[in-house]
């Protein structure tokens, strides 16, 4: 994930779905995949970040961004099973 000026590029890190985002660990573990996101996260939060853009979409960082949370709580340990799908 990256910021500049009002942007937030996700890349392939969120993946946009019909019925909500997914985060997408591709060649991590799920646990610091979820720091990494936090942190970047909060960096986001100190700026005034309007659009977010992934490698299939853009949407305004205010739908976005509660979309996210609900991926990271599926994400976080004991929310299912760790079958690479989520």
């Known amino acids: 994930m990256y910021l500049h000026e009002i942007v937030i590029f996700v890349c392939d890190i969120v993946l946009v779905h019909d019925d909500g985002n997914r985060v997408a660990p591709f ?50 340990p004991g929310a299912g099973e760790d079958d690479g799908t989520r």
């Open 27 to 76: 060649g991590t573990d799920k646990r610091s995949l979820t720091e990494a996101v936090e942190r970047t996260l909060d960096m986001a939060s100190e700026r005034h970040i309007e659009l977010a853009c992934g490698w299939n979409s853009v949407t305004l960082f205010s739908r976005w961004k509660p979309a996210l949370a609900r991926a990271l709580r599926d994400l976080r």
